[in-house]
């Protein structure tokens, strides 16, 4: 007669596998198949946990399935490198509040500089520090980056979008306990050349555009003057349906703006930068213009016919194919307005957000009330006034007023 089993004990030995595939076995007290395995759970630290089943294989299927979701990155380390835990942040801010134009350029930025770039996303996130981001960054400063076959030197503001993206991928994983600390914040200043400040147009040089534009049958110069008149952002005169224009009062609603991916390529219509609506009074010369696109457009139309994109139905700026014209198509479109202006050798590739400069400078200049100046182009405050946009122009004598655009055009 054999020797009775110890109680407490399994009935059977444990049925173990190769490391990492845990083990199965019986429990003679629960009745129950067990299963047990060291995983580490979305990217927790590894800890033992445990399955139990009525039969050996529903148990090995749970212990399979429970393998499955653990986040198994580095088994000898246990540790996500940066590429892998920028890859978790982006699915977690997939599924956020922002915009998904802001979703798009934000996840092509992170992919290509810190998910791509070798220099900072195989490091293993515990074993970051800050010397490693400083020499990454710096990097970027030296090298810039190459369009077409011309190389250029990151913005500031660039440089600072890679620390900032950065710093909150980190900042997550610690706030999940992936990682104990973030490095990103104790790098030292990464020092950037500054890049060029944004220029206005003396109200001679605005008028010269201007008349410019009325004066021919070129494609999107209403748009140039929409910009250049009304002082509205670029996106919100691209986004701007016919149905906002009131011919009758004279009197343009900006309600939308239009949203575009990283590239310029258009996606789609959303609310205007700072949710702001607000209703601009169009000079005659304006009005002149968009009643003119508005033949233009269905003279297009016409000729496309099934090719027509409806997508996009209702826009005021719509290309030959009724698509809304890409960021570099206007900015092309600009440059060879300036240049048959005679405005090319003083303005050399002028910005399309340089017409928005404009319209605030001249109208300061003009003694329209800063208050006026910020409701018409839609800030929250003055700060962005005072800070970007107000640049000294030559003074021009009149009365302050909405009509200072006709009478700049008029002197």
Sequence with gaps: MSAPRKRGRPAAKPDKRANGDGSVYWVDKRGRWVGAI??????????????????????WKKLHALKERADILDLTTKMPTIAQLARQWLDNYDRGHAEASTRSIRAERVTKHIIDDPRIGSLLADKVKPEHV??????????????????????????????LDLSQIMGWAVGRRKIDWNPVRHIDAIQVEASAEKRSLTPDQAAHLLRECAGTNRRYGALVMTVLLQGARPGEVAGLPW????????????????????????IGIGATKTKKQRSITAPTILLDALRHERKVQAELRLAAGPEWSIEWDGLVFLGSTGVPPSASNLRRTLRAIVADAGLDVDVDDLDPYELRHTCASVLDDHGVPVNEIISQLGWADDRMFYKHYRHKVDPISGTPGASAWERILGA
């Design 38 to 59: 060291t995983v580490a759970i979305d990217g927790g630290k590894p800890q033992r946990r445990f399955v139990s089943a009525t039969s050996e294989s529903d148990c």
């Design 134 to 163: 400083e020499r990454w960054l710096q990097h970027k400063v030296d090298t810039g980056y190459v369009r077409g076959t011309k190389r250029s030197s990151y913005s500031p503001s660039s440089i600072r979008d890679f620390r």
């Design 243 to 266: 149905a906002n224009i009131d011919f009758d009062a004279g009197v343009i609603h900006y309600r939308q703006a239009l949203k575009r991916r990283s590239g310029g390529v258009p």
